[in-house]
């Protein structure tokens, strides 16, 4: 449910995109019911439980100490900005699309937060780009659209980058869990990855640059700014 909520919120908003203007406060609901979920998540973890979903060795969704403080985080943000945003975008034709956006962005942002492995976090991570580009670009005229533009160009840099690390990490040692990243990062350090026809390259320094490249994309950071 705390993914799911405001995914839903986001497809029924979508449903309704092309309904005559009027105040959606209801879509604020998803993030109210994910806000809820988050924080009874919570409650569980400060017991010392950690609810899985999957194999509890490499879960596909995990619930942590940190993961349920970013997920309540992102909660609260969600119901903010929906709610202010319903009383802000009265009358505009644009508000079920807003919403649809909104929501979907936050449904993949919480996704990432309670990922329990890399290629969970990954494909939450591409979905939070596109939220974001249609995010830009959902008012659809020539200014937010070029804006929109500029941004997937950048993040999609970064994103490459990202699925290229993804795909070393996934040839070389499979698809691990979050937990055992440090691990992983050892284990790459001793692999190398034949380029060109020689295997002289460390797959951790390989996924180390990827990295890097993607953390500066996403932060708007030259030359990506």
């Given at each position: 449910m705390l993914v799911l909520?405001?995914?839903?919120?986001?497809?029924?908003?979508?449903?309704?995109?092309?309904?005559?203007?009027?105040?959606?406060?209801?879509?604020?609901?998803g993030s109210a019911v994910a806000l809820a979920v988050a924080v009874a998540l919570g409650l569980l973890v400060a017991r010392g439980e950690r609810p899985t979903l999957g194999d509890p060795d490499a879960p596909?969704?995990?619930a942590d100490p940190l993961g349920v403080a970013l997920a309540v985080l992102v909660a609260v943000l969600g119901v903010t900005i929906l709610t202010f945003a319903s009383r802000h975008l009265e009358g505009d034709a644009r508000a079920w699309r807003f919403s649809a956006v909104a929501n979907g962005v936050l449904a993949s942002t919480l996704l990432?937060?309670?990922?329990?492995?890399?290629?969970?976090?990954?494909?939450?991570?591409?979905?939070?780009?596109?939220?974001?580009?249609?995010?830009?670009a959902y008012r659809g005229d020539r200014?937010?659209?070029?804006?929109?533009?500029?941004?997937?160009?950048?993040?999609?840099?970064?994103?490459?980058?990202?699925?290229?690390?993804?795909?070393?990490?996934?040839?070389?040692?499979?698809?691990?869990?979050?937990?055992?990243?440090?691990?992983?990062?050892?284990?790459?350090?001793?692999?190398?990855?034949?380029?060109?026809?020689?295997?002289?390259?460390?797959?951790?320094?390989?996924?180390?640059?990827?990295?890097?490249?993607?953390?500066?994309?996403r932060a708007a950071q030259l030359p990506f700014s």
């Open positions: 909520a405001p995914a839903f919120a986001g497809v029924w908003s979508w449903a309704r995109r092309h309904r005559p203007p009027a105040v959606p406060p209801v879509t604020a609901v596909w969704l995990r990432s937060a309670v990922a329990g492995r890399l290629s969970v976090l990954v494909g939450a991570w591409l979905l939070t780009s596109l939220g974001i580009v249609a995010l830009i200014p937010s659209r070029a804006a929109a533009r500029r941004t997937a160009h950048a993040l999609g840099v970064g994103d490459a980058a990202l699925v290229g690390a993804l795909a070393i990490v996934l040839l070389t040692v499979g698809d691990p869990g979050l937990g055992d990243l440090g691990a992983v990062a050892a284990d790459l350090g001793t692999r190398q990855l034949a380029v060109l026809g020689s295997a002289d390259v460390s797959a951790g320094a390989a996924v180390a640059l990827l990295l890097v490249i993607a953390a500066a994309a």
